[in-house]
């Protein structure tokens, strides 16, 4: 599936949405007083289904209960390897060098040895692909120094995003007393690495790759094959996480997307691989026929021009800050009106992106959703000669 394409009955009520800021709370994922959520029974101690853009959640069943995800805990290992590539404190490029300690971890493994060395990014692949868990290890001691300082990232990032029945005790998910979360906290931090890093989607989709094994006895190639086998069987997939462990049983947290609609199903405990796999499948079948997306005006778009007050200009373009989106069920128009309510003048000095009005969309006549209108551009104040040169300009004309 090309990556240009990837980052591309029951309901009657409309859920929206705003585009995430980077530090936006995730405050509208339950229904709206008076609204049931659908019922569905999943073959699996706990599912959810979520459109992660919105934060909604369509369908859930014990999505609190806390269990062990096995290696979908390494969603929140991608999420801090990704939060610290965009920081700039590694690279992927860096060279890291694997301790004793990686190299000793069991389950799944790419087979890492004790000083062997290898990128960033082929770690990365070895961990989403093959679900390497000397490869998680190895990225987070890279990061934190040791994988106790990593676990301790985990649980701060985890409390940050509201994952209240979540526990990490280390950071590729093998089973240990107390490394526990729920299908709703899975789907906080799955919509947290998702909707921020979609680089992530490069290496989710992928099936199958190599890594090259550098060691004293010289250079190996080792093949990587993708634990999701939704990639090859259902057409929407862009990832995500597999996971399962004799404790844990067969968790996922899968995504897909189709028609500009992203989905997010979870599925924690399911018996068995198969029952894993077609359980997500139903969940997302379900969104996909029940649910569209529609897209108010793109971030920045320009919507025109307000006066400005004692500035070096008279006028700024103000432009919409965040693109708003709404939920509505499918088969039904997905246009949004929209009502603009901006100042009638601005007063310099003031910066880019200072707040100018409010555009609001509705759908059948009710409100889905606003974004702020800010100022495209910086105004400063206007100096002596600006204001006798309009003047003079005044008396011409």
Request: net charge negative; charged share 25%.
């Amino acid at each position: 599936m090309a990556v240009s394409k990837i980052l591309k009955r029951a309901a009657a009520w409309i859920l929206l949405c705003v585009s995430l800021a980077p530090n936006a709370a995730y405050a509208n994922e339950k229904p709206a007083a008076g609204e049931t959520l659908p019922t569905m029974t999943v073959n699996a101690k706990a599912a959810l289904l979520m459109e992660p853009i919105t934060g909604r959640i369509l369908l859930e069943q014990s999505a609190h209960e806390r269990l062990e995800p096995a290696s979908v805990t390494k969603v929140m290992t991608m999420l801090l390897v990704f939060e610290a590539l965009d920081q700039g404190k590694i690279n992927w490029d860096d060279t890291v060098t694997c301790s004793e300690h990686a190299a000793s971890m069991g389950g799944s493994q790419v087979y890492l040895e004790a000083m062997e060395q290898q990128s960033v990014r082929d770690l990365v692949k070895a961990i989403v692909i093959s679900s390497g868990n000397d490869a998680a290890v190895a990225m987070a001691e890279f990061i934190a120094g040791s994988e106790e300082g990593f676990v301790t990232m985990m649980n701060t990032r985890a409390k940050e995003l509201g994952m209240k029945d979540t526990h990490f005790e280390n950071a590729c998910g093998l089973h240990a007393d107390g490394h526990v979360t729920s299908a709703y906290d899975i789907a906080l931090m799955s919509r947290e690495l998702i909707t921020k890093h979609p680089k992530i989607f490069e290496f989710t989709t992928i099936w199958m790759d190599k890594i090259t094994h550098r060691t004293a006895r010289g250079e190996e190639e080792f093949g990587l094959s993708n634990t999701n086998r939704l990639i090859k069987s259902y057409p929407a997939t862009t990832g995500l996480k597999t996971g399962s462990t004799s404790q844990a049983l067969y968790c996922i947290s899968a995504t897909a997307e189709k028609n500009g609609l992203q989905l997010n199903a979870i599925i924690l405990g399911a018996p068995d691989p198969n029952t894993r796999f077609g359980e997500a499948i139903k969940m997302m079948d379900y969104g996909f026929a029940n649910y569209a997306m529609a897209k108010g005006d793109p971030t920045d778009t320009l919507i025109g021009e307000i006066p400005v007050i004692k500035g070096k200009k008279e006028q700024v373009q103000i432009k919409i800050k965040n693109q708003v989106c709404a939920l509505v069920p499918k088969g039904k128009s997905v246009d949004l009106e929209k009502k603009i309510e901006s100042m009638s003048v601005v007063k310099a000095p003031f910066n880019q992106d200072t707040k100018a009005g409010e555009i609001v969309y509705l759908y059948e006549g009710k409100e889905v959703g606003r974004s702020e209108l800010v100022t495209a551009e910086a105004v400063k104040r206007a100096d002596l000669p600006d204001i006798m040169g309009r003047v003079l300009n005044g008396w011409f004309k």
